[in-house]
DNA sequence: CTAACGTGCAACCAGTCAGTTGCCATAATA
DNA sequence: TATTATGGCAACTGACTGGTTGCACGTTAG
């Protein structure tokens, strides 16, 4: 895509990758099959999820072995942070609004 | 919806959508005539935009005889802005990188 | 009143997307 | 080597979406 903002958006668009990006900020690092226990979905949803943040350059990959250890890039730490900056922005501007 | 951040990063992933904010921000006010000049798309493309960015509560309309006109509420305007820094950052990020 | 303008609503289409299931490959272990 | 865990690939489905066309409604100008 020609379109790197749009792609990190679209990223951050879905509620299951927002979660999946929390989870890793949590734990450091994650598997797709530890983060499958952590949503309703299956291994390859996770999976699919984890390709799109990775494409839009918030998460990096390397395989250990049979196990593909998933971190957040720079980008994806900064987004992270913000994602709750703007949690806690919505809580007061509509919670209280 | 029952997910204000995903409906704001859904209507932020849209080349379309970002534009339509940027030049409401520039004009201070348009209508979906105006904007359609703008953009190689119909009105009624617009219009759907247009009503997109008012459910994710990044512009509102008023109308004023046959005329509805739009502008950004405060939270469109912090995201123009921060859309321009997150275009700067990305040029610097990925640009010198 | 009539014509032109601006808008809104509804149906429709093609493409994308989140999610599933099924299968095959690779790596660790008994 | 046979078994088990971890992943990746591919096809399929239902829902959503960006965009279109067609039409009807209120508003302003002749």
Known sequence: MTDPIGQ???ALADPSRRHVLGVIADRGTATATELTG???ITRQAVAKHLAT???AGLVESSRQGRE???RLTATGEEW???LDALRA???RTRGAG
Chains 1, 2 share one sequence.
């Open 8 to 10: 990190v958006f679209s």
């Open 68 to 70: 593909t250890r998933y």
């Open 89 to 91: 922005h919505l809580d």
């Open 80 to 82: 992270d942070d913000r």
């Open 53 to 55: 943040l990775a494409d």
């Open 38 to 40: 952590e949503l309703p």
